[in-house]
T-cell receptor, first 114, second 114 residues
Framework: QKEVEQNSGPLSVPEGAIASLNCTYS??????FFWYRQYSGKSPELIMF????GDKEDGRFTAQLNKASQYVSLLIRDSQPSDSATYLC??????????????FGTGTRLTIIP | EPEVTQTPSHQVTQMGQEVILRCVPI?????FYWYRQILGQKVEFLVS????????KSEIFDDQFSVERPDGSNFTLKIRSTKLEDSAMYFC????????????FGPGTRLLVL
């Protein structure tokens, strides 16, 4: 069973601090990785995607990928109360090439404390 | 900005009844997906659809489920005889396929089977 693992939290971070969210995946050949944000009762909303090892920055968000360690993370700088949500890690497993179905983790619930 | 739309937003049905969930993917997208999320659980892949046929389906997607693209815009999920355990949020997603792997999710349909 190919899995995506996340710490379910909750993770509490003071406003203005850095929130760090982590994800590991089991399929070593996985190629593309996505972070979605999900507010309660809403649909997943894309935050970032990353395909290559290293860091990718977009505004206050940085995704980090280490394929050797099968690890992907999301950093949120200058955390705001509006960042409070569940963050879903999703992986396109290698076996899905051409189909691109996503395997999701259970999500990490993040709370930003004003 | 183009969006995936879904109707209805909420559906309540009796066990054993048929339901049809509707989705309008983003125009010019070529790949379509259905996912579901049981309350408090992870987002799970149901089925992917490309070129007017199913490209992959999960174990959840049994004979009670079917998908159809009846015209150039709509993409539907039919559950023939609903069960209590079909109660969930159902998300439609689409992907361009033209070098883009990102899946964009619709707002979801909350299905409650009584």
């Amino acid at each position: 069973q190919k899995e995506v693992e996340q710490n379910s939290g909750p993770l509490s971070v003071p406003e203005g601090a850095i929130a760090s969210l982590n994800c590991t995946y089991s399929d070593r050949g996985s190629q593309s990785f996505f972070w979605y944000r999900q507010y309660s009762g809403k649909s997943p909303e894309l935050i970032m995607f990353i395909y290559s090892n290293g860091d990718k920055e977009d505004g206050r968000f940085t995704a980090q990928l280490n394929k050797a360690s099968q690890y992907v993370s999301l950093l949120i700088r200058d955390s705001q109360p509006s960042d409070s949500a569940t963050y879903l890690c999703a992986v396109n497993m290698a076996s899905n090439f051409g189909n691109e179905k996503l395997t999701f983790g259970t999500g990490t619930r993040l709370t930003i404390i004003p | 900005e183009p969006e995936v739309t879904q109707t209805p937003s909420h559906q309540v049905t009796q066990m054993g009844q048929e339901v049809i969930l509707r989705c309008v993917p983003i125009s010019n997208h070529l790949y379509f997906y259905w996912y579901r999320q049981i309350l408090g659980q992870k987002v799970e892949f149901l089925v992917s659809f490309y070129n007017n046929e199913i490209s992959e389906k999960s174990e959840i997607f049994d004979d009670q489920f079917s998908v159809e693209r009846p015209d150039g815009s709509n993409f539907t999920l039919k559950i023939r005889s609903t069960k209590l355990e079909d109660s969930a949020m159902y998300f439609c997603a689409s992907r361009s396929g033209l070098g883009g792997e990102t899946q964009y999710f619709g707002p979801g349909t909350r299905l409650l089977v009584l």
